[in-house]
């Protein structure tokens, strides 16, 4: 990867980016590429907050229903990246690093299948049949994430 590239990603806004040029962006880089970025703990932990603090608006409340059910995804690196998205009274609380709770499921993958899960450039099944994603728990309710939230394309 050009060091500019990197130079750029770590100058960027994250905020200022709508999940469509997100998930154009993530699209650009091959697995390596992001691989090679996530050796850098401060820009994927930055990277990490930025993609979960954006979920609550990307929550599609009326598809949750009367689900409740906390959702702990562990994205595996250099160092572990832990957040839980909990469901309840059709909406979405997010917690960095693990609860007291037991999740109903926990999605355990790396960081360039993390990336292309939620910029909607991975297929869940294709990442979960590569073992890409592993699931534990309620693999039901792991399908069903994908419908719960507004998922860009890219």
Do not use: C, H
């Amino acid at each position: 990867m050009a060091d500019k590239t990197k130079a750029e990603l770590e100058s960027l806004d994250f905020a200022s980016v709508s999940p469509e040029e997100f998930a154009k962006l993530v699209k650009g880089f091959s697995n390596k590429e992001i691989d090679e970025l996530s050796s850098d703990d401060a820009l994927r932990r930055r990277i990490a907050a930025e993609i979960f603090q954006r979920m609550e608006s990307q929550f599609r409340p009326d598809a949750a229903g009367p689900l409740k059910a906390v959702i702990r995804w562990k994205i595996t690196g250099e160092s572990d990246i832990v957040y839980e998205t909990a469901i309840a009274d059709k909406k979405l609380t997010i917690t960095e690093g693990r609860t007291e709770g037991e999740p109903r499921v926990t999605l355990v993958l790396g960081d360039a299948a993390f990336l292309k899960l939620v910029s909607g450039n991975g297929s869940p099944v294709s990442m979960f049949m590569t073992r890409k994603l592993k699931v534990a728990g309620d693999v039901g309710l792991a399908a069903k994430l994908p419908s719960l939230f507004d998922i860009p394309k890219a």
